[in-house]
C-alpha cells in the first residue's frame, strides 16, 4: 500500500491508469491511496468542456490539448461518454481523434461512461481528476456530452467552464437556457464559419445582460472558433487564461477548489451510506417485504425508515 | 393527521396542491400522509415524455391531455422547469399553453424546479405523481426538458416512454445516442410538415434495428406529429394504447411499477441519511478540519469515513 501512491507521484501512466479502474471497482485499499494522494493535489487547472451534441467539444478539446501541449503544458482528459450500445460508431469516433496524442507521454485521456447509479458519475469523474492532478499534469479537461444537470454538476466544479454552442442553433438557446448559462465562464462560439454567426453572438451576448451582470463578477467572453481548421483557438486560449488570472485576483480560485473538496466529500458520504444501506435492506428482506406473496405491502417510505433505524443502531433509534 | 390524505383521496385539487407543497418543504407529516394514500396508488397510467429542447413537448402535452380528456380521463401533468433566470421566457410561456386546461377541473398541472441537491427531483417527481395517483388521475404525464441523465432517470420510470424528435436534426441523432434510446417505447417526430420527415424516420428505424431487436420484445413504433394543428394525435394515442396493451399481457406493467417502488424507496433512503449526515457533519465541524487556518487539512475520503462511523455508533464502528 503507497506503492501505487508513489508511482502516481512520480507521473507514471500505467500506476495511474491501474489505481483508476482500482478506484472504479470500489476496492477499499484504492481508496486509501486517494488518502495518499491527497496533500498533492490542488496544483491543477480544471477546465470543463460542455455543449449540446454535434457542437465539435471533441475537436475543440483535441486543439485545445494541442494549444496547452505547445506551451509546454501537460494535459489530462477525463472525456464522459454516455453509455448507449448506439454510442459506439461517433463516440468512439471522437475519441480516436483525441488520440493524436496518444503517442505523446504528456497526454493522458480516460473515459468514463456514464452510469444510472446514484451520483456514481460525478464521483468517478472527481477521483479521475485528483489521479491527474496527484500526477502532476498541469491541465486536466472534463469533456462532457449532453446537458443536464448530472452534466452541469459536473462541469460546474471545475475552475473554467467552456460552452460550446454552434451558429444557427435556435433550438440551442433553449439548451442554454436550461441551466448550462449559469456554469459559463467562456463561451465558444465553434463552427464560425457557418452562416448566423454574428446573430448567434448577439443572442448570447444578450442572455448574459439579461441574466443581470454584476459589475465586479466575470462576464463571460464569447469566442469564435473553427476548431476542424484550428483557427479561434489561440484567442480561446487568452480567454481561458484570463478568467484564471481573474479568480486568482478575486481568491474565486480557492472558492472553487474549496466547493471540489466538499463535492468529494458528499459523494464519499453518500457512497458509502448507500453500500450500507443495500446490505442492510438485503438482511432486512425489505424489498420483499414491498411486494410480498400475499397480504399487506410494506409501503417504500415505512420501509426507508426501517432501514434508517436499523442502520443508525438501537440508541440512535429513539432520537431519529 | 390522514385529513389531508382524506382530502386527497377524494380528488380535491386545493388538499393535493397543499400536500405536495408540504413534501416539497420536507415536512415529516407530509411522508405520513403519503405512507397513507400508498395503499390506494398504482391505478394510474404514467406516460413520460421527453426530447430535445425546441421538438415541441409542451404543445404535444398539451395536445394529448386534450386527447385524455375527450374519451373522459383525467389527467394530471408534472412539468419539470429547468432552474433558470432565463427561463422565464420560453418555459413559462409553454406552460401556460398548457393552461388550456385550466379551466378543466379534471387536469392538474404542477411545475417543478430542476435543483442542484442530491438527487431532489427524481424524489420530488415521484412524490407528485403518487399523489396525482391517489386522486384518482387516469393518466400522470411527466414532461421534461432536457437530455441529461437525470431526465433519462426520470422519465425512464414512467409505463411508457415517449421521445420526441424534429425531421432534419442531424445533430439531434447524436442526442438520441446519448442514452434516451434505450428508454424509448414511442418515438414521436413532431413538426411532420418539415423537409427531411421520411429521412429522419428512416435514420430512427435504422437505429432501432442497430440497437438489436428482441423478436419477443417490443419494437417501437414512430408516430408522425404535428402537434401545433392538432395532426397524428389520434395514431399516437393508439401507439400508446399499443404499448400498454403489450406490457400488461406480459406482465411487463408490474414489472415497471414495482422498479418504480423500489426507486422510491431508494430516494426516501438517500434523503434520509443524507439528513442526518449533514446534522453530524456541523456537529463534528468536519468542513472546517477539511479547511483549517493552520496545519495540515483533513483529506475529504477520511472525513467520509469518521461521520459514516459516528453515524453508525460505536458498536457498527468496528465492524465497518
Not at 454510442?87 to 493524436?100: E, F, K, T, V
Request: aromatic fraction near 4%; charged fraction near 25%.
Amino acid at each position: 500500500m503507497g506503492n501505487l501512491a508513489d508511482q502516481v507521484l512520480k507521473g507514471e501512466t500505467r500506476a495511474a491508469a491501474r489505481l483508476m479502474r482500482l478506484l472504479d471497482d470500489e476496492i477499499p485499499q484504492a481508496f486509501d491511496e486517494l488518502k495518499l494522494l491527497y496533500p498533492q493535489t490542488g496544483r491543477a487547472r480544471i477546465i470543463g468542456i460542455t455543449g449540446s451534441p454535434g457542437s465539435g467539444k471533441s475537436t475543440l478539446t483535441n486543439r485545445l490539448i494541442a494549444g496547452f501541449r505547445a506551451r509546454g503544458q501537460s494535459v489530462g482528459v477525463v472525456a464522459i461518454d454516455p453509455t448507449s450500445p448506439f454510442s459506439g460508431g461517433a463516440i468512439l469516433g471522437d475519441r480516436i481523434r483525441m488520440q493524436d496524442h496518444e503517442a505523446d507521454p504528456g497526454v493522458f485521456v480516460r473515459s468514463l461512461a456514464t452510469r444510472g447509479n446514484l451520483g456514481g458519475l460525478s464521483r468517478s469523474t472527481r477521483n479521475v481528476v485528483h489521479v491527474m492532478d496527484a500526477m502532476g499534469k498541469d491541465i486536466v479537461i472534463i469533456e462532457t456530452v449532453g446537458v443536464g444537470q448530472d452534466e452541469v454538476d459536473i462541469v460546474g466544479t471545475a475552475h473554467t467552464s467552456l460552452v460550446v454552442l454552434v451558429p444557427g442553433m435556435g433550438d440551442d438557446i433553449q439548451a442554454i437556457k436550461a441551466g448550462i448559462l449559469e456554469i459559463a465562464d467562456v463561451f465558444v462560439l465553434n463552427k464560425a464559419d457557418r452562416d448566423g454567426v454574428d446573430r448567434s453572438e448577439r443572442e448570447i451576448r444578450m442572455m448574459i445582460e439579461l441574466g443581470g451582470v454584476d459589475p465586479d463578477g466575470w462576464k463571460p467572453p464569447v469566442a469564435r472558433t473553427v476548431a476542424l481548421r484550428n483557427e479561434g483557438i489561440d484567442e480561446l486560449l487568452e480567454f481561458i487564461d484570463g478568467h484564471q488570472a481573474w479568480m486568482a485576483d478575486r481568491g474565486e480560485l480557492a472558492k472553487r477548489q474549496k466547493r471540489a473538496v466538499e463535492a468529494t466529500y458528499w459523494e464519499s458520504v453518500k457512497a458509502e451510506l448507500l453500500g450500507l444501506a443495500e446490505r442492510r435492506t438485503r438482511e432486512l428482506g425489505l424489498i420483499e417485504q414491498m411486494f410480498p406473496e400475499s397480504g399487506e405491502p410494506l409501503d417504500p417510505y415505512t420501509a426507508a425508515e426501517q432501514v434508517v433505524a436499523s442502520l443508525m443502531g438501537e440508541l440512535e433509534n429513539g432520537a431519529t
